[in-house]
């Protein structure tokens, strides 16, 4: 058996571009003892994997040259030496990037078919759906009353993050790129206040509108997935004792310049702030949570399930060269 992957050639400066990566034809060798073969149906594409095809020190390592990259996947087993897996199992893996593979049935956890759609394991039940349920609750301590800022809104962990906080009951100001980004939020998630950044001379101006439009006086909760200019108004716009779930720096990850903004952190001072950074693969004690919430919301017809899928292998690198100019809505997934 034959698979198709894509490796890393060279080290991206800022931008990645095509000649950063090759696809490449391997064979997919027989499972040896305690091995598994996978046909892989579904990979989803992060912006966290720009910062593993850098070699700075990080909290996971860098992605190896001349090798396929790694990352979320979902997959059938397709044949087993290992009597744990059966053909037909549903697993998940860290090994996407790649048609299919053979590997130790360590690298593998099983899903159940049935309650879900498959590709949810990469999303609002994977680990899209932990980063948003573990910064939400734990991390931000989202507690009644809370009105909620959260960048990126109508991206993957964005559009969790404002939907389950809008299941719990609080007032929800989300911020994403262009109008037809806008009309998500207010139409489709029915955000309480909606920011299309693109539009807006001033964030901070922005984001003070759309809080007293709702009668607040200032955010109590901000879940950060961007960082520079979101962060800085989030910090003049903030209540004191406001908490900041830092997740993600998206405006950061190409920069190569230093960061201008923010210039207002003497804020986390003045109001007496909590800004807690976080990885979501630190909470996965949260997962059992996360699933029974995430199925009864499913079952209920809660969840607005909103995945932006590219079809086949060949086009994974615009699946993720789409995270950086705002394509994508919602999760970004590829189908294999
Ligand atoms: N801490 C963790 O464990 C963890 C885990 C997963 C993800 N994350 C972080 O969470 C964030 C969201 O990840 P995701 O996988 O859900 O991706 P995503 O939000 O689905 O996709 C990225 C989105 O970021 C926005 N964006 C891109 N460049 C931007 C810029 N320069 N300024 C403002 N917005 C920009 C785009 O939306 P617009 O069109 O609205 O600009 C884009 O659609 C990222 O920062 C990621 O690194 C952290």
Redesign the pocket.
């Known amino acids: 058996m034959q698979s198709r992957e894509i490796h890393l050639k060279r080290r991206p400066v800022g931008e990645p571009v095509a000649e950063d990566f090759a696809e490449m034809l391997v064979d997919v060798p027989e499972p040896g003892p305690g091995e598994v073969r996978v046909r892989n149906k579904w990979m989803a594409v992060?912006?966290?994997m720009r910062g593993r095809m850098s070699d700075a020190k990080s909290y996971v390592p860098p992605f190896r040259l001349d090798a396929a990259m790694e990352g979320p996947a979902i997959g059938e087993v397709e044949s087993s030496n290992d009597p744990d897996f059966a053909p037909g199992d549903l697993v998940f893996s860290r090994l996407g990037w790649r048609e299919a593979f053979t590997a130790p049935a360590s690298a593998l956890r099983k899903r159940p078919r049935g309650d879900l759609p498959s590709e949810a394991w990469l999303g609002y039940a994977g680990?899209?759906g932990l980063?948003a349920y573990a910064g939400l609750l734990r991390i931000g301590g989202l507690k009644p009353g809370d009105v909620v800022f959260v960048?990126?809104a109508?991206?993957?962990?964005?559009s969790l993050v404002a939907q389950i906080a809008r299941l719990k009951g609080h007032k929800v100001i989300g911020s994403?790129?262009?109008a037809r980004?806008a009309a998500f939020l207010r139409d489709t998630l029915g955000l309480d206040g909606v920011i299309d950044?693109r539009e807006e001379p001033s964030l901070t101006k922005a984001l003070a509108r759309e809080v007293k439009a709702l009668g607040a006086d200032g955010i109590d909760l901000y879940f950060d997935?961007?960082g520079?200019d979101?962060l800085q108004a989030a910090l003049a716009v903030a209540n004191p004792h406001a908490r900041f779930a830092i997740?993600?720096?998206?405006?950061q990850y190409n920069v190569t310049d230093k960061p201008t903004v923010p210039r207002n952190l003497t804020q986390i001072m003045v109001k007496k702030l909590t800004l807690k950074g976080?990885?979501?693969?630190d909470h996965l004690d949260l997962e059992p949570h996360l699933v029974a919430d995430m199925t009864a919301w499913h079952k209920a017809g809660l969840l607005k399930e909103v995945n932006s899928v590219q079809e086949g292998i060949g086009h994974a690198l615009d699946a993720f060269h789409g995270?950086?100019k705002?394509?994508?809505l919602g999760?970004?997934l590829v189908r294999l």
């Open positions: 992060d912006p966290a680990s899209t980063t960048s990126a109508a991206g993957g962990v964005g994403a790129g262009g980004k950044y997935n961007v520079g979101h997740c993600g720096m998206i405006s976080f990885i979501m693969s995270l950086f705002g394509e994508n999760r970004s």
